[in-house]
C-alpha cells in the first residue's frame, strides 16, 4: 500500500499518466499492488542505506526537483514512491556520459533495453566468465566511436550500450564503474553465483516514472543547476565525499576528482542556493575538511544552513567487516522533521 507522504509532496491522490506503451501507469512508476520503482544500477555512493535519515529533511512542499550528482538515483526514487515528485519538473544530472545516457535510454527506449539486456543474460549462462570480458570489449568498442565530449557522448548513446552497461554493472566487481586514462571502462568480474541481470519489472517501473513526469536528465557539472534553480525548488546534492582519510579516497567515477577545492566550490553553491530560498539538503563525510565549511562556519549559517550528524552504513568498503556504522553529515537549510 501507498502512504501518504509525511513529509514531501503534501499531494495524496494518485496522478495517472498514459505510458507510451498505452498502458495506465502512475508517475510514482506503480500499479496498485506493485512494488515501487529503486534504482536500476548499483553505484558507489547510492544512499538506499541513508534513506531513513534523509527522509526527515525532504521539505514538505517544493516546485522543481533538481538533482545535480544523480547517480543511481536513490533519492529520486525514493520521492517518486512517496508521490513527492508528481505534477513536478525533474532535472536529474551527472558528468558520467555513460550514466547519463543509460538513464535517457531507459526513459526513452525501454522495450529496446530490456530486450538485448535479455538476450545478454540468456547468452552468459553457459561460460559467464568469457561472456563478461567479452561484452566489456564489445563495450569499449561500441563506446569508443562516441567518446566524444560527455554531453554528445550522452546524446549518442544507443539501447545497446546502456543493456550492457547495465549487464556489467549487474555482474562487475561490486557493480563499479571505472575508467583508466583512455576512458576504457576497466572493471573486472565480480564473483555472483546468481546475479540478477535483467530486473524487467523495475527496469519498466523506473522508465514509466521518468517517462510519465517527462524527467530532463542531462550531461552537465552540478554548478549548472545555479542557473535554472529558483525560489522553492528542492535540490538535493550528493557529491562523492571528502575522504575521511588519505587511504579511504573513492572518487574515481569518472576520470575526473573531486578535491578540496571543489568541495569549497560547492560550499559557495550550496550557500548561493539557500540565499535564494531553495531548499537545499547535502550528504557529505564527516572529514574535518566538511566540517570547516558548515559546522559552526559563519557564511553557511547566516545563509540558514545547518549541519546535522546522522547515522549511516557504508556500502562502499570492499572490506564487509568495515562497512559498519559510520556518521555522516547531512547539511540543510530544511528544519528536521521531529523524530
Ligand atoms: C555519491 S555519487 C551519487 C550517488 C547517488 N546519490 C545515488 O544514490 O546513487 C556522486 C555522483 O556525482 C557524479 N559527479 C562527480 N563529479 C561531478 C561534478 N563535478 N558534477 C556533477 N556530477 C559529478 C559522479 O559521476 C557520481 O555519479
Not at 311 to 317: D, E, F, G, T
Amino acid at each position: 500500500m501507498d502512504s501518504a507522504p509525511q513529509r514531501a509532496g503534501g499531494d495524496t491522490a494518485p496522478g495517472h499518466g498514459v505510458t507510451p506503451s498505452g498502458s495506465h501507469a502512475t508517475e510514482s512508476g506503480r500499479r496498485p499492488g506493485d512494488r515501487p520503482a529503486r534504482p536500476f544500477l548499483k553505484w558507489a555512493g547510492g544512499k538506499r542505506q541513508l534513506l531513513p535519515e534523509l527522509r526527515r529533511f525532504y521539505p514538505p512542499r517544493f516546485e522543481t526537483y533538481h538533482e545535480p550528482f544523480v547517480g543511481s538515483g536513490a533519492v529520486f526514487f525514493d520521492l517518486v514512491g512517496r508521490r513527492a515528485v508528481r505534477r513536478r519538473r525533474v532535472r536529474l544530472t551527472d558528468v558520467n556520459p555513460d550514466l547519463v545516457g543509460c538513464w535517457r535510454q531507459l526513459r526513452d527506449n525501454r522495450e529496446a533495453v530490456i530486450d538485448h539486456l535479455q538476450e545478454l543474460a540468456a547468452e552468459r549462462v553457459d561460460a559467464p566468465e568469457e561472456h563478461y570480458y567479452g561484452v566489456r570489449e564489445r563495450f569499449n568498442g561500441a563506446r569508443g566511436g562516441i567518446l566524444d565530449d560527455g554531453r554528445a557522448q550522452a546524446e549518442r548513446y544507443t539501447a545497446t550500450l546502456a543493456a550492457m552497461l547495465i549487464y556489467l554493472n549487474r555482474t562487475g566487481f561490486n557493480g563499479l564503474f571505472r575508467v583508466n586514462s583512455s576512458g576504457l571502462f576497466n572493471v573486472p568480474r565480480g564473483r555472483y553465483r546468481n546475479p540478477r541481470i535483467c530486473d524487467e519489472h523495475n527496469l519498466r517501473r523506473a522508465s514509466e516514472a521518468l517517462s510519465t513526469l517527462a524527467a530532463k536528465v542531462d550531461y552537465a557539472k552540478y554548478d549548472a543547476v545555479l542557473d535554472v534553480a529558483q525560489p522553492g525548488d528542492f535540490v538535493y546534492l550528493d557529491p562523492p565525499y571528502a575522504p575521511l582519510s588519505s587511504t579511504a579516497s573513492f572518487t574515481s567515477y569518472t576520470a575526473d576528482r573531486f578535491d578540496a577545492g571543489d568541495q569549497q566550490h560547492l560550499q559557495r553553491v550550496v550557500i548561493e542556493l539557500a540565499e535564494r530560498h531553495c531548499h537545499v539538503v547535502l550528504s557529505n563525510s564527516t572529514a574535518p575538511e566538511i566540517r570547516d565549511l558548515y559546522d559552526g562556519n559563519a557564511e553557511a549559517e547566516g545563509a540558514g544552513v545547518r549541519a546535522h550528524r546522522v547515522a549511516a552504513r557504508r556500502a562502499i568498503n570492499s572490506k564487509a567487516a568495515r562497512r559498519g556504522p559510520i556518521e555522516e553529515y547531512v547539511i540543510t537549510n530544511v528544519a528536521p522533521e521531529r523524530a
